[in-house]
């Protein structure tokens, strides 16, 4: 079979505006490049697919998409610099980033795919990017996982609901039958309730109030902790007012909160001070992966680079994850989709039980509200925690290979 019945349904349906909500792992990005594709093969077209970033882009979609033309024998010129590949028939596929709107605009295009669409700018969309579909008669695929209530592809979907230029589908992860219902078990262990029903389920979530709002006192705070301590996990946040350390231990999946460091008016050379005269213990620090490049202390090294001379055993990413992912790596071990507990913080921590308590997000948005100071204690713990137990998995589905 080509093609999964509901990937199927989308990509038979003939409406100009498409819109996919769909859970992970659906297949969205095999659906986008055969889309691209398909449209492509017409002569002189101009096909653009446009992720939130341009790392993203080339990341998701640049080496698969390599991959197909070439079986198929389409490639002319292939740039990789710019990611546009020009097909003998005289037609391009470009990919874009959505972070540079300027390159987006002055093209007439004949087909537009837009993925992970609710974590883009709805500027890029309504004043750059539409207006290259008209004089063409273009057509477009929005692809992504939804966002909540309050972010503009609720509203695109429930457009494509009644607007007769516009088709919106919507599938779970389990409909998309590329996962095994076993790995869709296995995530509820893995992330909150919310989390979970946002993406696999495919809901449209709404996000107002507290961030952390799996966190219940009466379950996820201890008044101390006796256990032998051989290795403690700082998540660490880089800030100068101020700088922010989180203490834990890790017991399998379960994890302690035992301590807190605030220093005002510091650096990281401080902050490492601090830590050797609290512990005399194996420490492996888990910074904010700006420290690669970031300093904070005078002298010229990276805060990475004093991490490591002060002999700390250092991990971090080489790019900073994404904000919800560090939030959901914290909500699920709060109290995962099984309503399972997991975190616990001791009551001595008052800065982080506050900060947890207290973080919201902007009104309307998914955004972390970090103007009240909430965050960094937030940050810090949500670092340690998402390198530990990440959330993403990549689940490899079985590709269909065809192209019409």
Known sequence: MP?????AQVI?????????ISGRRFGKTFLAINELARFARFPSKKVWYVAPTYRQAKSICWTELEQRLRAHNWIEDINNSDLTVTLRNHSRISLRGADNENSLRGVGLDFLVMDEFS?????AWYEVLRPTLSDTQGHALFCGTPRGFGNWSYDLYTKGLSDKEWKSFKFTTLEGMQVPPEEIEQAKDDLDERT??????ASFVNYSGMIYYNFDRSKNLIDNYKKK??????GLDFNVDPMCAVVCVIEKD?????DEIQIWSSNTNEMVDEIKQRYKKNIVIYPDPSARQRKTSAGGMTDLAILKNAGFEVKCKNSAPLVRDRINSV???LKNAKGQHSLFILN????????????IYKEGTHVPDKDSGYDHFNDALGYMLEYNFPLRRDFKPNPPTRWS
Request: proline share 4%; net charge positive; glycine share 0%.
């Open 12 to 20: 038979n349906d003939k409406s100009r505006f498409r819109i996919l």
């Open 3 to 7: 093609y999964t019945k509901p990937q």
């Open 229 to 234: 301590i051989l290795t403690l996990h700082i």
């Open 119 to 123: 974590d883009i700018n709805p500027v």
């Open 196 to 201: 979970f029903q946002q993406e696999y389920l």
């Open 331 to 333: 909500n699920a071990k």
């Open 348 to 359: 001595s921590c008052k800065n982080v039980i506050k900060s947890i308590e207290r973080q």
């Open 254 to 258: 379960k994890i302690y909160v035992i």
